[in-house]
């Protein structure tokens, strides 16, 4: 198997938040629906799944030291968009850019919401239609195959991709890259079985040694497109975290166990008060804020003396009681991943991206929008991730997470 040293890419693309935190709110309680509505494993590879995932249970949580950025993955820079992350993809030959939206929530990659899909000698229609629903937006067209760019490296031939020939919800973004579980796929296109994603493509042409993904996003404060964070097919960039990745199998409960979902728990302060008792839920890269279930909602707003923001529709402190707001404790696998008190409030130099009020202290952490117990019960979206490192084993059907640089930064 073949393997080519990483190239990063740099981009400069953003998405500007033209309706504020609230539309981010509902935005992202509509996906929490999808995913609650649940996703069940199925079709010819669906007991290869729940075969594999019985197997790595019986072995609980994994600590494995990550091989190094050159020896296992190629890496591509991501943009932070605000509310989103997006990369410049390059589809065709010769290669029309897109900007898309980094999905680990699905599966498919899809263009020609914004910018219109340009055929070249390496275009081929299957005549399949494909449609997917994100809860926040919908796309539907049809199939095509061809051959997309991530990097000079990274360059997958004859991948599937959606060409839509309409879409809704999307704003300043061409489509999707889905890096989520490839039977998200399933039922999307015409035929109903699944299709290789990018990862899945990637691994079987050689051009990356290990089916993973790794994740990278750093926090940042201003409202200019940057360049802040790094994509890994292939391995863990190990220059971006401090340790080890701490691995836990995907979760057996339904219907987070369909995504890239975890069990956690979530304590406050150093007395450990329960927030969040033992569940399932999952880590998601196109979920902007921190969603809890209700009842946890409920608790964390009294622990903080939270007020809500009828502005934003945010939770809201004031400085005295910012400066007594202590640390959330997500416990996975027996490891606890702590949300510093800095880490759960919006950079407060893009509050008026948001709406906001330019000083004022908002909270990262939201009503999920359904009570506890349902199977899925929390969203770690990038405001999460943006304080530690994710990694997505395809292989071994595993999440792992690792403190960075940025866990304790006093950035917002």
């Known amino acids: 198997m073949s393997f080519t040293a990483h190239h990063p890419l740099s981009f400069t693309s953003t998405v500007k938040v033209s309706d504020g935190a609230r539309a981010i709110i509902a935005r992202d309680k509509a996906r929490a629906q999808k995913f609650l509505a649940g996703v069940q494993p199925h079709g010819p590879n669906a007991h290869k799944l729940t075969e594999l995932r019985s197997r790595v249970t019986h072995h609980g949580h994994q600590v494995v030291s990550p ?50 899909y340009n055929r070249t000698s390496t275009s081929k229609s299957t005549g399949k239609s494909v449609s997917v629903s994100y809860g926040s937006g919908s796309f539907s067209g049809t199939e095509f195959t061809d051959q ?30 889905g890096i989520g579980p490839v039977d998200l796929t399933e039922g999307t296109i015409g035929g109903n079985t699944p299709v290789p994603t990018i990862t899945d493509n990637l691994f079987k042409q050689g051009t990356i040694s290990t089916e993973s993904i790794g994740i990278f996003y750093q926090p940042s404060t201003s409202a200019s497109a940057v360049s802040n964070g790094e994509l890994t097919f292939g391995g863990v960039d190990t220059s971006k975290i401090i340790g080890d990745v701490n691995y836990v199998p995907i979760t057996g409960t339904s219907p987070a166990s369909a995504y890239w979902g975890v069990d956690q728990t979530i304590t406050y302060g150093s007395s450990g008060q329960s927030i969040l008792g033992s569940t399932a839920g999952i880590v998601d ?94 969203i770690n979206g990038f405001t999460f991730l943006q304080r530690f490192y994710s990694a997505y084993d395809v292989s071994k059907s595993r999440v792992g997470l690792a403190t960075t640089p940025f866990t304790d930064a006093e950035t917002n």
């Open 285 to 378: 890269t196109g979920t902007t804020l921190v969603l809890i279930a209700t009842d946890a909602f409920q608790k964390y707003q009294k622990a903080t003396g939270a007020t809500l923001d009828q502005t934003t529709g945010l939770l809201t402190l004031t400085a005295s009681q910012f400066k007594n707001l202590q640390s959330l404790f997500f416990d996975i696998g027996g490891v606890q991943y702590e949300l510093t008190p800095n880490a759960q409030i919006w950079p407060r130099g893009l509050n008026t991206e948001i709406g906001g009020t330019q000083g004022k202290i908002y909270l990262v952490v939201s009503d999920l929008g359904s009570p506890s117990g349902q199977g899925l019960d929390f």
């Open 67 to 116: 091989l190094s950025r050159d020896a296992a993955g190629d890496t591509i820079d991501v943009t932070d968009a605000a509310v989103t992350y997006t990369a410049s993809v390059g589809v065709g030959n010769p290669a029309t850019e897109y900007t898309l939206l980094i999905d680990t929530g699905s599966s498919n990659t899809w263009v020609g919401a914004d910018k219109e």
């Open 148 to 177: 997309v760019a991530l990097s000079p490296s990274l360059v997958v031939k004859s991948q599937s991709i959606g060409v839509a020939s309409t879409a809704q919800g999307f704003s300043d973004v061409d489509g999707i890259l």
